[in-house]
Each structure stands twice: as C-alpha cells, then as structure tokens.
C-alpha cells in the first residue's frame, strides 16, 4: 500500500506539472511511449532529489519484500528469458557488436527466446539462438541475424561463417553506418573479409551494397 501510495503521489505531482503533455498523448502507441517518456524525464529533472529519497526510504523499508519479488520474477517465464537475452547481449558488447535497439526489435529478441525456450520444452531437444553472422566476425546481436538452431548443430558450427551469412553483410553495414559511425561499419567489413580469407575488395566485388 505504502508503494502505491508512493506512486500515486508522484503522479499527482507530474500531472499538477504538465496537465497539457499528458492530455495530448497521441493513440499511436510509438509516439505515445516517446511521449511519456519526455514527460517523465521533465518531471524526474524538477524532482530528482526527492524521488531519489523516496525510492532510498522504500528499499530500506521493504529490502525482504523487494527480494521475495526479485526472486519471483527470475523463476518467471519472463525473467528467465529476460536473462538469457540479457547474457547474449553482455557477450555480444564484449566483441562490440552492439548497436542501438528500437523498441520493436528488443521485442522481436524477447519473441525468439520464448519461442526458444518453448521449443525445447515441446520437443524434449536443447536449441540455440544462433548469431548467422558469428560475432568473432561482426555480426551484429540484432533480430535479422539471429535464428533458433539445434544446439548440436550450433555447437558444431562454432564460429564458421556460412554462405546464407554473406547476404546479411550489406544489412550490418547499413546499421553499423546509421547506428553508430561509417568507420565501425568499415571495421566490420575488414573483420569479416578476413574471416573469408579474402581482401576487402574482393567481398565488396561478390556482395551488392
């Protein structure tokens, strides 16, 4: 109750601040989340301080119920998944092969591991979320470069680039260019010609930019 009231409160206090943001929130859902989210940010600026003591006061208060439902939530369906996507994400940062997610593609990366997980509980089978585009030879931790793999089948292909990988390189390199710089995206094409053992030039000859 204590945490409801809490929230209600900040809420109050948000809407007292920008009656008019919120009465003009869009249907479209896209523009409805950027929405909010600038109307949080306003609002968390102007009352940083005592939100910042609010939530302090209740983790102090509440610490046995906080991991009572941590724990819940990790044992979940959902938290499972969460977390081996969080895991895959963490390997793929290590070899820098992370850009920005909009919000639709973390949840097509949510959608494949559920329908993982589902897989092998209906087949009796272990599977893998399997980069097509290896990250040893950046590929991207992205939705069109994942698939679900028999895990034996994963494992024996380790970091071998496959020929359906090759299609996938203008795509990287569009994204590396929009997400994060044109020379993150040439760094790709480099590591990924020399895993082919050819030059640079001779993958630009045999793939379509």
Request: include cysteine.
């Amino acid at each position: 109750m204590k945490s409801t009231k809490r929230t209600s409160l900040l809420v109050v206090r948000a809407t007292a601040i920008l009656p008019d943001v919120r009465c003009a929130l869009p249907q479209d859902n896209e523009k409805k989340k950027e929405q909010k989210r600038k109307w949080w940010k306003i609002f968390y600026q102007e009352n940083k301080e005592r939100i910042l003591a609010e939530k302090r006061e209740y983790r102090e208060s509440n610490r046995q119920v906080i991991r009572d439902t941590q724990k819940v939530y990790r044992d979940s369906e959902k938290g499972r998944s969460k977390n081996a996507e969080e895991a895959r994400e963490r390997r793929a940062l290590k070899k820098n092969c992370t850009i920005p997610l909009m919000e639709n593609e973390r949840e097509r990366l949510m959608l494949l591991e559920k329908t993982r997980r589902e897989l092998s509980v209906e087949t009796g089978r272990e599977y893998h979320i399997d980069h097509i585009i290896p990250l040893a030879h950046g590929g991207l931790h992205h939705p069109m470069n994942l698939r679900i793999l028999d895990g034996t089948e994963n494992i024996s292909k380790q970091d071998k680039i496959i020929p359906e990988a090759i299609a996938l390189a203008p795509e990287h390199f569009r994204l590396y260019s929009e997400r994060v710089g044109s020379k993150r995206a040439w760094e790709f094409v480099q590591k990924l010609a020399n895993g082919l053992g050819i030059s640079e030039d001779e993958l630009k000859s045999i793939i379509s930019w």
